[in-house]
């Protein structure tokens, strides 16, 4: 599992800035950090993330496959929602983008 701090993967996200204080937000990723690790998902995995919403869980899963594991995220939410466009390429880490793919599959 990495070992980035919830600041950090709170960063990765776009709308970071507006919780980047707030204790429930980084409370979130940290109670993610903690499900992830119970899961016992290795480094180098492969995992498929199912309606990632806004990123929390999926930048807490790309921190534990790491650069060598793939995490896929799929949803149908609109683009306007927010669930995709959540992921800011110019301040992710490496990790972030090296890990993640994102699927946007959207309703007919």
Request: hydrophobic share 45%.
């Amino acid at each position: 599992m990495g070992f980035r701090s919830p600041q950090d993967l709170s960063a990765c996200l776009l709308e970071a800035t507006q919780w980047l204080n707030s204790a429930n937000h980084l409370a979130a990723i940290e109670h993610r950090q903690t499900v992830t690790r119970a899961w016992g998902i290795p480094p180098g995995s492969s995992v498929l993330e199912i309606g990632p919403g806004q990123g929390i869980l999926t930048v807490v899963l790309a921190d534990a496959v790491g650069p060598t594991g793939c995490v896929v995220a799929v949803d149908n939410a609109l683009l306007d929602w927010g669930a995709l466009t959540s992921f800011s390429s110019s301040s992710s880490p490496s990790f972030l983008l090296s890990s993640l793919t994102i699927v946007i599959m959207m309703p007919h």
